[in-house]
C-alpha cells in the first residue's frame, strides 16, 4: 500500500518538479522562484507514476536503473499488490450497486436473470448486481384515473367509445370515470402477465360497460339505473382482470353523464313528456280508484246493515206476532165467547179509526146537519200516523151537509147502542 500512497499522494513535494533534474525529466524550477508547479509537470509526473507501477519503461524505452536516476519500475509484488487494490475497488463497486432503496407506498419487483424471484417492500434493499439480478420499482399506492367517453370535459367527447346499444335496441350516450390501483402482491402480475396493463384496463372497462348496458331497458339506464349499472360494471370489470391476472384493483365506477344522441334528442324529450304525461294519467285514475272503492265499500256495507236490520226487524215482529197468537188460541180455548167479543170490538175498532164515515141517526126529522168533515178526517190521519212508519195517503174531501133531523142530534148513546145493535146481529149470525 506504501507505494500506492507515494503515487497518489498529492502532498509530495516532487509533483510536477522533475526526479532531481535527472534523467528524461525536465529541470526543475529554481528554489528561489517560490510559485506553483507547473501542470505540465504535474501530467508527466501522474503518467511516469502509473507507467512505473504498471512495469512500463520510461523514457525512450530504456529501463533505468536505480543509479542512473529516473523512476525505477516496481518490483512483481508492488504489482500484485496493485492489481489486488483495484480489483477489490472494482468488486465493492460492483456489489455497492445492488443496494436500493424503495420508497413508502412502492414496492421492488426483483429479477434474477430475467425471471420473477421476489418481492422487495418499502426501505433499504440489497440484491445480487447486474447481470445477476435486477429491481423494478413499482407504485402500488397511486390511484389510477381515466375517462371513458369524453376527454376532460364532457363537451369533449369521443363518440366510438360513449354510445352503446340497449335491450330495447336503443343508443344512449354513456360517458363514465374508472379509478384503481395495483394489489400489494399484484406488482409481479402486473409487470409481467399482460403486455400494456393500462390498455387491458380500458378495455375491460369498455367490454363490462357495453355489456351490463346492453342486458338493461333505455328508461332503467337514464334514469333510476344509474347506480346499479356502476356496481355491475364494477363487479364485472374485476372478474377480467382477475381472470387475466393484472393485479389490478378497481376502486370505483362512476357514471357521469347518461343521454340519448344528439340526433335524437328532440325526439327523446318528446317521448319523456309523453310518458310524464303518462304517468300522471296513471296517478290520478289510481287516486280516484282509491277514492270510489272505499265509498262503493261504505255503502255495501250500509246497505248491508240495513238488511240485516230489516231482516232482525221482521224476524222480531213476525215472532211477536206468533207469540201473541199463541197466547190468544190459549186464552180462546178456555173462554171462546169472551175472547171472540174482544177481537171483535178490536177489529171494528181499528176499521173506524182510520174509516172516513159518521154514522147518525136521523129518525123522525129532515133538518139539515153541518158536519166539519174535512177535520175530522183530518184529525183521524194526524192520529193514524205512528212514529217509524210509513203514513198513508188521506183523501181530504169538501165539507159535507148532512140532512138530519131538528129535535134530534148525534149522541154517544145513540151510537154506542147502534155499535151494540151491530154487536148483537153479529153475535146472532
Known amino acids: 500500500m506504501r507505494p500506492l500512497s507515494k503515487i497518489f499522494n498529492l502532498n509530495d513535494p516532487g509533483w510536477g518538479r522533475g526526479q532531481d533534474g535527472k534523467g528524461s525529466e525536465p529541470p526543475k524550477r529554481p528554489a528561489g522562484n517560490g510559485g506553483p508547479p507547473d501542470l505540465d509537470q504535474v501530467w508527466r509526473d501522474v503518467n511516469a507514476r502509473l507507467g512505473a507501477m504498471f512495469g512500463r519503461r520510461s523514457g525512450g524505452g530504456q529501463r533505468p536503473d536505480n543509479q542512473g536516476g529516473g523512476i525505477g519500475g516496481p518490483t512483481a509484488r508492488q504489482s500484485r499488490i496493485g492489481l489486488g487494490v483495484l480489483a477489490a475497488g472494482a468488486l465493492a463497486m460492483w456489489l455497492g450497486s445492488g443496494f436500493f432503496i424503495v420508497q413508502e407506498g412502492q414496492v421492488a419487483v426483483i429479477t434474477q436473470f430475467g425471471k420473477y424471484k421476489s418481492t422487495a417492500q418499502a426501505g433499504f434493499q440489497w440484491r445480487l448486481p447486474y447481470p445477476f439480478e435486477a429491481n423494478e420499482i413499482v407504485n402500488v399506492s397511486q390511484l389510477r384515473t381515466f375517462e371513458v367517453g369524453f376527454r376532460g370535459n364532457a363537451r369533449n367527447r369521443v363518440l366510438p367509445e360513449a354510445l352503446m346499444l340497449t335491450d330495447d335496441e336503443n343508443i344512449v350516450d354513456v360517458q363514465f370515470v374508472v379509478q384503481y390501483r395495483l394489489r400489494a402482491d399484484g406488482a409481479p402480475e402486473y409487470l409481467f402477465k399482460t403486455k400494456d ?109 240495513q238488511a240485516e236490520g230489516y231482516r232482525a226487524r221482521v224476524i222480531g215482529d213476525a215472532t211477536g206476532d206468533a207469540a201473541r197468537f199463541t197466547s190468544i188460541v190459549t186464552e180462546y180455548r178456555k173462554s171462546p165467547l169472551v175472547i171472540r167479543e174482544r177481537m171483535y170490538l178490536e177489529s171494528m175498532q181499528q176499521m173506524f179509526v182510520h174509516a172516513s164515515k159518521v154514522l147518525v141517526d136521523t129518525h123522525g126529522n129532515n133538518n139539515m146537519l153541518y158536519l166539519p168533515l174535512d177535520k175530522l178526517m183530518q184529525q183521524t190521519a194526524a ?11 188521506v183523501i181530504t174531501p169538501a165539507p159535507a151537509v148532512v140532512p138530519v133531523a131538528p129535535t134530534s142530534s148525534v149522541r154517544p148513546a145513540q151510537a154506542s147502542g147502534v155499535a151494540n145493535t151491530l154487536t148483537r146481529d153479529r153475535g146472532s149470525r
Do not use: H
Open 383 to 393: 192520529e193514524a200516523v205512528v212514529p217509524g212508519s210509513t203514513p198513508k195517503a
Open 197 to 305: 396493463p393500462d390498455e387491458s384496463v380500458r378495455q375491460a372497462a369498455q367490454t363490462a360497460m357495453r355489456e351490463v348496458v346492453g342486458g338493461r331497458s333505455m328508461d332503467f339506464v337514464l334514469y333510476e339505473g344509474r347506480t346499479a349499472v356502476a356496481i355491475d360494471v364494477q363487479k364485472l370489470m374485476q372478474q377480467i382482470l382477475d381472470r387475466y391476472q393484472t393485479g389490478v384493483q378497481v376502486s370505483s365506477v362512476a357514471i357521469q353523464n347518461v343521454q340519448p344522441p344528439e340526433q335524437v334528442q328532440a325526439a327523446f324529450d318528446d317521448a319523456v313528456k309523453a310518458g310524464q304525461d303518462r304517468e300522471r294519467q296513471i296517478n290520478e285514475g289510481q287516486a280516484y280508484r282509491n277514492q270510489i272503492i272505499p265509498m262503493a265499500g261504505g255503502q255495501a256495507s250500509r246497505m248491508l246493515e
